[in-house]
């Protein structure tokens, strides 16, 4: 399947500007609220520049992961972190989604002068098949979360599910959409960052 990149990385850039999580539905009456968390586990992941982060919480009495849009956060077990718990319909689907946000505690981020080989870099992405690990699933009345915990290049990633289409289970192929994006010239970072491969491309595939 030939890989799309500018689509891939315009859809993850959507997500970490908020334009997708606080997509108005006129189906959708519940407000997005903000709540305070205690952090059980910290997933982290990194390629060069590029740093993948979330955190495991509970929800409910449910476990559900929080993303860290920009990937620049550094909390720990057991600190509290400030999260927007958006909810949004997309099509007939009630989606419920979480992120981390104003992060008190954040990386030390190289700056300054940049090298032209990096000023060159442009954002990638592309598609992998990893292996389903853990499957976080909450739900909220109509509104639904899921996201898989899956091992690329030897670390722990966790790959959200932004449309809610999905029904994998452990050890399922987990067919899937990374991106690396870099927004600031002014620093040595850029985030990577998973989601599931959409159904329509995957069918599109085989056939």
């Known amino acids: ?11 993850f850039s959507m997500f970490a500007s908020g334009q997708f999580l606080f997509a108005a539905s006129p189906r959708s009456n519940v407000p997005d609220v903000r709540q305070e968390f205690k952090v059980v586990r910290t997933f982290s992941a990194k390629d060069g520049i590029y740093v993948h982060r979330s955190y495991l919480v509970e929800w409910n009495g449910q476990e559900v992961v929080v993303e860290d849009p920009t990937a620049r956060s550094n909390y720990r077990s057991d600190d509290t972190i400030t999260v ?68 690329w290049n030897g670390q722990e990633v966790v790959v959200v599910d932004p449309r809610g289409e999905t029904q994998y289970v452990i050890d399922d192929p987990l067919p ?24 329509r491309l995957i069918k599109t595939k085989k056939a």
């Open 1 to 11: 399947m030939k890989t799309n990149t500018w689509m891939i990385v315009a859809t």
């Open 84 to 151: 927007g718990v958006p909810r949004r319909f997309s099509g007939p689907r009630g989606l419920l989604s979480f992120f981390l946000m104003a992060p008190k505690k954040t990386t030390s981020l190289p700056s300054g002068e940049i090298s032209a080989s990096l000023k060159a870099r442009q954002p990638t992405g592309g598609h992998v098949e990893l292996k389903v690990l853990k499957v976080f699933s909450a739900q909220d009345g109509e509104y639904y979360f899921r996201a898989y915990l899956a091992e």
């Open 176 to 199: 899937a959409m990374f991106a690396k994006i870099q927004y600031s010239e002014s620093e040595m970072h850029g985030v990577l960052r998973f989601e599931t491969t959409p159904l």
